[in-house]
């Protein structure tokens, strides 16, 4: 098995808007863009480590209201009803063009995430533009929403740079078209990005499956493989995960079969 690693640009993270204000529909809108950004593409807090200090940058020209909230996994849930975790603070943070303040994100112990393996929550970070001012009539304006991963280890789970080799991958034959089966054996969520089957040296015969996303601790995963074949012997594999620093880390297997072969 091999496994290399490359650096991962920090890249602004995707922002989502979830609430606008308009006082002339049919006017045509600029391209809008969040102007917070956050220090970290991901946050690992563990039983050793209770407390990281991320800092969040508003890289826009005008002052930006900020409400902070965690949830476990559902976007649209009520922040006054979510039990976590966690709490965050300052909850409500004006930050001034150009500006940078280190948020305290906290474990509380609150809720009694499982022991034994990794959980998973959302810190929520939403941007609040200021008022339009009269001049400002027929303006579109927005607010974006970002949501980060925020990871958990209880006692026990340690950070392990390559629990990803420790993944597995089977051909399933079930049905007209062949799956590949990944299973995550570990306590830590694994979250993939390219899966690709076939030769390396023969680009156009190389299948792409595709960015399976997330793999929780003990979960699977089937992914149609294109072409609907796959050789008796099995075909060699490569796929990359994200590490905790955002990093990408490649592993390889010289052939991935079917089940029981």
């Known amino acids: 098995m091999s496994q290399t690693s490359q650096p991962r640009n920090f890249r602004r993270l995707r922002a989502r ?12 809108m600029a391209a809008a863009h969040a102007a917070v950004s956050l220090s970290h593409t991901r ?3 563990s039983a050793d480590q209770p407390e990281v200090t991320p800092r ?12 902070m909230w965690f949830d476990a996994g559902n ?15 300052p909850p409500i943070l004006r930050l001034e ?22 959980s998973v ?16 009539a027929g303006l579109l304006q927005i607010s974006f929403r970002t949501r980060v991963k925020v990871f958990f280890r209880p006692d026990g789970v340690k950070a392990d740079a390559r629990a990803h080799e420790s993944l597995r991958f089977e051909v399933r034959r079930q049905g007209p078209e062949p799956r590949l089966r990944i ?23 190389a299948r792409n499956l595709g960015e399976p996303g997330m793999l929780a601790p003990g979960a699977s ?23 905790d620093a955002g990093v990408e880390l490649c592993g390889s297997r010289a052939s991935v079969g079917a089940a029981g072969r």
């Open 56 to 67: 969040v940058a508003n890289e826009g020209d005008q002052p930006v209201l900020l409400q």
């Open 17 to 28: 808007a979830v609430a606008t204000l308009c006082l002339a529909a049919a006017l045509p």
């Open 75 to 89: 976007r649209d849930a009520d922040p006054q009803t979510i039990v976590t975790p966690f709490l965050v603070l």
């Open 43 to 45: 946050l690992i807090v």
């Open 221 to 243: 995963i089937d992914l149609l493989i294109p072409g609907g074949r796959i050789a008796d012997a099995g075909e060699p594999l490569w796929y990359c995960v994200i590490d």
């Open 183 to 205: 299973t995550n054996p570990t306590p830590l969520h694994q979250t993939l990005l390219d899966v690709v089957m076939g030769s390396a040296r023969n680009h156009h015969a």
């Open 97 to 118: 063009a150009g500006a940078q303040q280190r948020l305290r994100i906290l474990y509380t112990g609150h809720g009694s995430p499982p022991a034994g393996r990794e």
């Open 121 to 136: 929550y959302w810190l929520n970070i939403l941007e609040i533009p200021p008022k339009a001012d009269a001049t400002g």
